[in-house]
Every structure is written in C-alpha cells, then in structure tokens.
C-alpha cells in the first residue's frame, strides 16, 4: 500500500509545475464520482447500473458590463449499465451548457468498454465513446474581435452538430485505479455554414485520473483522487483528498491550480447506499476580478443491482464508495 501511495504522490508532484488552458469542456467538481464523463473505460465498472445527475452553477451571481449577468449553468445526465456475461458496459451521457454571452454547447454520447479480468485481481477496461456535438451561438453573443463572418450574421440562434469520438483505458486494482482518455479525438470543426478559411475546432484533451484508497480503520477511509487535463499546448491539475465514514458520509477537499480551492461533502442513503447525494462548494482563489467569488455543484445518484445479462455473473462491488 505504502509503494502505491508514493507512485500516486509523485505522479502528483511531476504534473504540478504545468500552467491551466481555457476551459473548452465543462469542469466537474466532484469529477470523481462521474469517471464515464471523462473516461468512455469507466462504463460498467462500477457493478452496478447506476444514474447519475450533476448541476453545475460555475461562478455564482456573474456580473458583466457587456453580455448580461447570470452563471455559466451546466446539467449532466450518465447512466452506467455493466454487461457481465460480455466483460462489458455501456453508457450514456446528456450534457447541456450555457453561458450568459449567448453561447453553449450541448452533447448525447454512448460508451462501451470491454474489461479484462488479470490474473493478480486486478482490471484492464478498454473504452471508446462516441455521439453528436452540437455547438450554439445566439444574438446575444459578442465577439472579442469585429469583421467575424459567424457573428456578423448571427440575428437569432444557430448551431451545428458534430460527430465526436473518444477512446480510454483505465486499469483498476483493489484499492487504486489509474485512467486516461483522449476526447474530441476526431477533432470536429464548425463553420456554421459560413465560408471561411479557418474553422472553430474542438481541442483534442488528454486526460489521467488517480484515486487511492487507503483505510485508516474499518470504518474510516482516506481516497486521495487527482485529474490531469491537457490540450497538447497547455494543461490543467487539481487533485485533493476526500476521507468516508462507514461508507456513508464524506467530506473533503481538492485545489485547481490556478483557479480555486474545493470542499466536498455527501451522504449515501437507502438499501445498500444506493442514493448519494452530494455538494461541492469552489471558492475562486485567482482572477477574482474576471470571475465570481463561488461556484456550486450538486450531484445525485441512484444505483440498482446488476442484471445478470447473457448469463454473467453479478460484478462484485468490494467498496462502491469510489471503486467505479
């Protein structure tokens, strides 16, 4: 345990000198509760057919001089369904967000991952995840530069959707799991049927996730989780430590570097945990004047025992706290 803590520690420390890229994708605080938003691998490897809810407010209270006022909202929608008899799971995600300026996107992707059972106990699930984008402007929107031709001929909403492929791998041991994912691989481009010589491109993002467990008792265990983003030009690190007691209350903290200190906190509830409901509370600790001073995120979720599909056996669920 102790040799896995310190490869987690220094994977931490070797990515930390990196600096943060724009936000193209929406953020998820509580990201690692919801690995199929990151990682098409995740899907089915929680054991459990699980549905979950996240409602992001990113920057509460927003004012500006020019294009409104009001938060960047964010809804998404998974679901997780493992097909034991196949090693297999599939998955689903719904996303809408939107900002204030008149801009936003929307997303319906499918997962399906294909797991391999090692011979130590240990997983491999092989991922890829694919579906339609679609990205919106409406007369709201202003541009940072004039004599664009998309804007210019903006008068009411437009959008345009895309095809966009993602692929994951994600090995799972008994108390840590190591992942990474390359989404928008196919890099989808917008013109928005506008004659132009360079489109808007989605950036392909690399993703690592982390997460350890370590049981400080029976009852008390600390899970330190760290998520790596980059765009190939510049990344992202936020990484933190969530401690849970008896498998039913948690609370902890993470920090995005660069951006904002996080606190976590939930409850799981019912037969077996199968409802959770958790918050996290972002405090913005850089560009403050750009930004508003607190975000908020909410997150419910609702699992139901595993279908023993074409004849496969019922996946085992050792910790379902964060074993996904």
Sequence with gaps: MRKNLQFFIIILLLTANWSVFGQQDAQLSQYMFNPLYINPAAAGTDGVMRFQLHYRNQWSGYQTTYDGSGSLGTQIFTASLPLNGLHSGLGIQFLNDKTPSGSGYQNMLLSYSYQIGLSNGSVISLGVKGGFHTKTFDSRFRAGESGDPIVDAVSKTINETKPDLSFGLLYKAENYQIGVSLNHANTPKYGFGVSRTNEYALKQILNITAS?????????????????????????????????????????????????????????????????????????????????????????????????????????????????
């Design 212 to 324: 350890y467990d370590y049981y400080l008792s029976d009852e008390v265990k600390v899970s330190p989780t760290a998520l790596w983003r980059s765009d190939f030009t510049s990344s992202s690190l936020e990484g933190g430590a969530i401690v849970t007691y008896s498998e039913k209350y948690w609370l902890g903290g993470t920090y995005r570097l660069n951006d904002a200190g996080i606190v976590i906190a939930g409850i799981s509830m019912l037969r077996g945990n199968a409802l959770r409901l958790g918050y996290s509370l972002d405090l913005t600790t850089v560009g403050n004047i750009a930004k508003a001073p607190t975000s908020h995120e909410i997150l419910l979720s609702y699992a139901l025992p595993a279908p023993k599909l074409f004849g496969g056996k019922k996946t085992p669920v050792r910790t379902p706290r964060f074993r996904h």
